[in-house]
């Protein structure tokens, strides 16, 4: 007792958590500010999309199925290459150092040209459908210019499965053997990340 106030031994246990909570707290609005960004981006860009698709002439932007595909397919290493870019800055913008950004820049990539090399193992020997195999995975790269982060990246990945699988059947790829190819190609990358942060949430869960 000191000047009539008792003085009470804080917790260690409660001192150690609290840098955690303050942690958790700064990731959490920093994660909210993010996801206001894209918002407002994906609105923005969605809207000039529109805008600028209603402008270009039909051989720009073709009217049929093919031809869509393949300015697509043109279109998506470049959105991948976006979305490298937008990884490294995300990462670097939340403490970490330079090295661990590139580090999954060069993941991306690697996982990217594993999932060429399943579809074009899968498809057939002659080379019209490794073209079609070479098509529908430029076509699946298009979701990752919005692939940031690692949840935005497994959302990435499936809407590319998607996209693959239709520019597939598209182009007269049987449905099973294209649902096959897809599977193989996307399914364990899908399966590894879906892993990965199910242990990272497990992990903070714990600390929390």
């Given at each position: 007792?000191?000047?009539?106030?008792?003085?009470?031994?804080?917790?260690?246990?409660?001192?150690?958590?609290?840098?955690?909570?303050?942690?958790?707290?700064?990731a959490?609005?920093?994660?909210?500010?993010?996801?206001?960004?894209?918002?407002?981006?994906?609105r923005?860009?969605?809207?000039?999309?529109?805008?600028?698709?209603?402008?270009?002439?039909?051989?720009?932007?073709?009217?049929?199925?093919?031809?869509?595909?393949?300015?697509?397919?043109r279109?998506?290493?470049?959105?991948?290459?976006?979305?490298?870019?937008?990884?490294?800055?995300?990462?670097?913008?939340?403490?970490?150092?330079?090295?661990?950004?590139?580090?999954?820049?060069?993941?991306?990539?690697?996982?990217?040209?594993?999932?060429?090399?399943?579809?074009?193992?899968l498809?057939?020997?002659?080379?019209?459908?490794?073209?079609?195999?070479?098509?529908?995975?430029?076509?699946?790269?298009?979701?990752?210019a919005?692939?940031a982060?690692?949840?935005?990246?497994?959302?990435?990945?499936?809407?590319?499965?998607?996209?693959?699988?239709?520019?597939?059947?598209?182009?007269?790829?049987?449905?099973?053997?294209?649902?096959?190819?897809v599977?193989?190609?996307?399914?364990?990358?899908?399966?590894?990340?879906?892993?990965?942060?199910i242990v990272?949430?497990?992990?903070?869960?714990?600390?929390?």
């Open positions: 007792m000191r000047n009539g106030t008792a003085m009470v031994a804080r917790d260690p246990h409660e001192m150690a958590a609290t840098p955690l909570r303050a942690f958790a707290r700064a959490s609005a920093l994660f909210e500010s993010w996801r206001r960004l894209l918002t407002r981006t994906l923005a860009s969605s809207n000039a999309l529109r805008s600028a698709a209603r402008r270009l002439r039909p051989t720009v932007w073709p009217s049929d199925p093919l031809g869509r595909e393949r300015v697509a397919a279109v998506g290493p470049v959105a991948f290459g976006i979305g490298l870019v937008m990884t490294v800055v995300v990462t670097v913008s939340q403490g970490e150092p330079l090295r661990s950004g590139l580090a999954r820049a060069v993941t991306m990539t690697l996982w990217a040209l594993a999932r060429l090399a399943i579809l074009v193992a498809s057939d020997r002659d080379p019209r459908a490794r073209q079609t195999a070479q098509a529908a995975w430029s076509i699946s790269l298009v979701p990752f919005m692939g982060t690692p949840a935005l990246r497994v959302l990435a990945l499936a809407a590319g499965a998607t996209l693959a699988h239709v520019a597939l059947r598209s182009r007269g790829v049987p449905s099973s053997r294209a649902t096959g190819m599977l193989w190609a996307f399914g364990g990358q899908l399966a590894v990340t879906a892993t990965a942060l990272l949430g497990s992990v903070v869960l714990v600390a929390w």
